[in-house]
T-cell receptor
Framework: EPEVTQTPSHQVTQMGQEVILRCVPISNHLYFYWYRQILGQKVEFLVSFYNNEISEKSEIFDDQFSVERPDGSNFTLKIRSTKLEDSAMYFC???????????FGDGTRLSIL | TQLLEQSPQFLSIQEGENLTVYCNSSSVFSSLQWYRQEPGEGPVLLVTVVTGGEVKKLKRLTFQFGDARKDSSLHITAAQPGDTGLYLCAGVDPGTTSGTYKYIFGTGTRLKVLA
């Protein structure tokens, strides 16, 4: 069964450094999402992406965050200058169309030192 | 942002017992999804409920969507240790204006089934 894949599984970065988290959504999916989950807390929406542009973003998704679909398969989340509070699991998800559920990757654990 | 409140937050039961997990909101949702998440993994979709009053069964799991589409429940019959995990409900934020659907997640119920 097709799945969403995320790399790396664990990223350790110094505070202030840039980090790029990568996702390969399911190939025929059209809508893409990033979520984060701070340890022990709920899953929080960051951003949705459709037709090569951001559709919605949360208050968490400030100017330090950006997303890109550089080719037909990858979907990336960039954090420009990481902060300690960016430490979390970051999940990518994708779906086909209206009323279809999202499928999640296994996440990238981001640790900011 | 509308909240999806889940209860109980934690549940520890013996193998063979039955349990019910609740997902409640003050807002109407067009549909709700239930996911199960295990440590170090992403949420895995269990079911989507769409119609008010709908009941769906997945083996020993029974999902119900409230008549008013503001709440949902997950009932597990004869729980097994393999059911252990974090159960999450999720739905499209009723305040979403675009067609891409911003999803919000519930607060989660962490279930532990003891052998």
């Amino acid at each position: 069964e097709p799945e969403v894949t995320q790399t790396p599984s664990h990223q350790v970065t110094q505070m202030g450094q840039e980090v790029i988290l990568r996702c390969v959504p399911i190939s025929n999916h059209l809508y893409f999402y990033w979520y984060r989950q701070i340890l022990g807390q709920k899953v929080e929406f960051l951003v949705s992406f459709y037709n090569n542009e951001i559709s919605e973003k949360s208050e968490i998704f400030d100017d330090q965050f950006s997303v890109e679909r550089p080719d037909g398969s990858n979907f990336t989340l960039k954090i420009r200058s990481t902060k300690l509070e960016d430490s979390a699991m970051y999940f990518c998800a994708s779906r086909t169309g209206t009323n279809q559920p999202q499928h999640f990757g296994d996440g990238t654990r981001l640790s900011i030192l | 942002t509308q909240l999806l409140e889940q209860s109980p937050q934690f549940l520890s039961i013996q193998e063979g017992e039955n349990l019910t997990v609740y997902c409640n909101s003050s807002s109407v949702f067009s549909s709700l999804q239930w996911y199960r998440q295990e440590p170090g993994e992403g949420p895995v979709l269990l079911v989507t409920v769409v119609t008010g009053g709908e009941v769906k069964k997945l083996k020993r799991l029974t999902f119900q969507f409230g008549d008013a589409r503001k709440d949902s429940s997950l009932h597990i019959t004869a729980a097994q240790p393999g059911d252990t995990g974090l159960y999450l409900c999720a739905g499209v934020d009723p305040g979403t204006t675009s067609g891409t659907y911003k999803y919000i997640f519930g607060t989660g119920t962490r279930l532990k089934v003891l052998a």
